[in-house]
């Protein structure tokens, strides 16, 4: 989880969400990636895809049958259905999600009998500084806006958004 964390520090450093994921077999990592989204143009590049994306490209399979994903935030749908199709065995996730988590925040896709794979989930790793990391990220992002809505107001002509109406 510490690897899945530095990437996480590449995100935030890059202005992404600071979310990141690393592919592990037989003790060696095989592929690593960094939520770039916004980087990418990509709505699909989250964390886990882009680690999934690397350790399919090392392996030379897209199907990764004895690997553990670890990665800083519980999965959402989209990640979820990559890694039921990758064949991880193992996901060992950080922070909850609670507003997307698909590991048993607001689902549970790794319990759903209907799907044809399933990968064993362990969550709450290293939970405290994952979820940090997303705190502190978003609390800057808030101080930015305000900012940015501060200067805004300055600008003749521009309309004050708390003037009343």
Known sequence: ???ALEQARLARAAGEV???????RDGEVVGAGWNQPIRAQD??????????????RRLGNYRLPG????????????????????????VVYGAPDPKTGTAGSVLDLYA?????HHAQVEGGVLAGECAALL????????????T??????????????????
């Open 112 to 116: 759903e009998p209907r799907l044809n």
């Open 1 to 3: 989880m510490r690897l």
């Open 18 to 24: 600071p979310v990141g994921a690393v592919v592990v």
């Open 135 to 146: 705190r502190e990220f978003f609390a800057e992002r808030r101080r930015e806006d305000r």
């Open 43 to 56: 709505p699909s590049a989250h964390a886990e895809i882009m680690a999934l994306r690397a350790a399919g």
């Open 67 to 90: 690997c553990t994903l670890y990665v800083t935030l519980e999965p959402c749908a989209m990640c979820s259905g990559a890694i039921f199709h990758a064949r991880i065995a193992r």
């Open 148 to 165: 940015r809505s501060d200067e805004d107001r300055d600008q003749p002509g521009t309309p004050d958004p708390d003037a009343p109406r």
